[in-house]
């Protein structure tokens, strides 16, 4: 018997928690026989362009979970049809930036980063491409420069907490006002193989739960952590596996009483 499943056996959930053994993700693998269209129609009631686009993806490999379709056009929804810029970390097999580009449309300024050199092969088909890491803030710095400023991020690179965390404090002060910064696959956050852990300090939700603590400064002592970061960030949505925070600044909230 494999050593993993001998301690899963002697070890309660709870210390399998704090030792962030995990299962990985093989077990919610969908049928390949079933009909991925329908199980996203019928479980999140989603209908919009994207789940066409990304049922019908071909040549590239894209990589999604079911839930993240309509998540996607819940927050990128009113980006569409625009000359927004766009920028994604983790290009790996292409098929990704293709999606967007076929969902945000012609007008969209599209890249891509990613630390694999193959990943150069993409570059100039459905957006930009530039190899590079993404915990390097120079070539962060050199990208978003390229692009002439960022509207929407998504983070779907290493998934290590050190990384996910040193990019978001590097570039959500870059965004533009209005913009949307996302990251995914933060499962992740409960495994100590990606720098995590079920409550750990440095499970990327702990730093969450300090920006939330910002964002209440008004109602408590505990002072203001991360200014660059909760002056500007007026929301803070969480679901399955996915952070969004939204760019904007933050008033002083006020009350009336109107008779
Ligand atoms: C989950 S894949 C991206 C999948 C793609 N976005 C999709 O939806 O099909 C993660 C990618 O992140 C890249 N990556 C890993 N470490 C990185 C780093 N430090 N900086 C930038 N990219 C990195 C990997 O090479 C890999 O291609």
């Known amino acids: 018997m494999a050593l993993k499943t ?3 056996k002697l070890l309660p959930n709870f210390f399998l928690a704090h030792l962030g053994i995990h299962d990985g993700i093989g077990k919610f693998s969908f049928d390949k026989n079933l009909d991925i269209k329908r199980d996203i129609q019928t479980k999140y009631g989603f209908n919009g362009d994207l789940l066409e686009i990304f049922t019908n993806n071909k040549n590239k490999v894209v990589h999604k979970w079911h839930h993240y379709i309509p998540i996607y056009d819940r927050y990128f929804s009113h980006f569409r049809m625009k000359k927004i810029r766009f920028l994604e970390i983790g290009v790996s ?3 990704s930036l293709q999606l967007w580009r076929n ?3 012609e007008d969209a300024i599209i890249y891509g980063i990613d630390i694999d050199p193959n990943c150069a092969q993409f570059n100039g088909i459905a957006g930009q ?3 590079g890491s993404q915990d390097d803030p120079k070539f962060l710095e050199s990208v978003i420069h390229e692009m002439g400023g960022v509207d929407v991020i998504l983070d779907d690179g290493s998934h290590q907490m050190d990384h996910i965390l040193k990019t978001f404090k590097f570039l959500f ?3 533009n006002d209005g913009g949307i910064y996302m990251v995914e696959d933060l499962h992740t956050a409960y495994w100590r193989n990606f720098g995590g852990g079920y409550q750990s300090k440095f499970n990327f939700f702990s730093f969450v739960s300090e920006l939330i603590n910002d964002m209440h400064h008004w109602y408590h002592f505990g002072g203001v952590k991360h200014p660059a970061i909760s002056s500007f960030c007026p929301a803070i949505h969480i679901h399955d596996s996915i ?3 939204e760019k904007e600044a ?7 009483k109107i008779s």
């Open 6 to 8: 001998r301690i899963k």
């Open 93 to 95: 097999k292409g098929g």
């Open 103 to 105: 969902y945000f449309g």
């Open 129 to 131: 491409v530039r190899i």
């Open 173 to 175: 002060p870059k965004l």
């Open 243 to 245: 952070a969004v925070f």
């Open 250 to 256: 933050v008033h002083e909230p006020t009350h009336s």
